[in-house]
DNA sequence: CCGAATCCAGAAGGATACTG
DNA sequence: CAGTATCCTTCTGGATTCGG
């Protein structure tokens, strides 16, 4: 019987042999993970700051964002080694996230792509508009 | 009547505020945009190659994409001026996407992220194998 | 003040089949 | 070869509530 199915099943194989090829390579793992929205802004907040920033400090510096977001990823990237959290036991309980060194290196790229966007921003909605005008006029 | 809900309030308010900023500045939305993975791996996948690269072609060289996504993100990237579309009609239509010099602009910052991703890669591996040991570990 | 836990709508994304 | 269209599962992420 002649393989009519080839084609399906190559991609098939594909997808299970990259799935099984993260296991052993966590590269393309760590750049989904910094390839994260919440990940990108807090890692540019603190950044940007310096030093550290308490909880409430995270929540005001990036507006939008939702309790579970901010603390879902901070244990993240905690667990990660990128941030360091330290709890002073006050009254109120205090809470300071800070970059850690590898974080902070990993801010410096965060930053330069943050600066691409603000750079080229007007050039990608000029050429968004352009491509809209476009599509939008098929028939004069 | 005292406000007892303001923090709440504050949150719902900062929230819509973050909305409405959206629209005014799309620089988040921007953000958000490359900082997607099939988007970093696309770019990449282009950027490395250095010259067009057909849609079969983007299939191999990014195992585990699928069509919808490929195509999905291919659009997405043209309408904003990052690649262009060749279709060069021959008797099996053939198709060609290569980076624009935006594109390419991009993609040095991508390929900067990849490789710090890379580099570090180790140290996160680390730093996530001693946060899961003291985790694991509470009644010894 | 900082966070954990639950609920749930909606978006993302994969599998499959069909077209030109 | 290069898509398009559809279905269906999974996961994201916001709202809300409770605890330390």
Redesign the pocket.
Known sequence: MAPTTT??QR??EA?HAYDAFLKECPTNQLLARIS???VSLIVAALGERGGPL???GLTRKIP??????L?QT??SLERDGLVS?T?TASV????DYELTPLGYNLACLMTAVKDWAETHMDDVLAARAEHDSKAAVPTP
Chains 1, 2 share one sequence.
């Open positions: 084609a399906i991609r098939s997808r994260d929205k919440w308490r909880y409430s939008g964002v939702s309790q579970k977001m603390t901070l244990r959290r709890v109120p309980v205090r809470v």
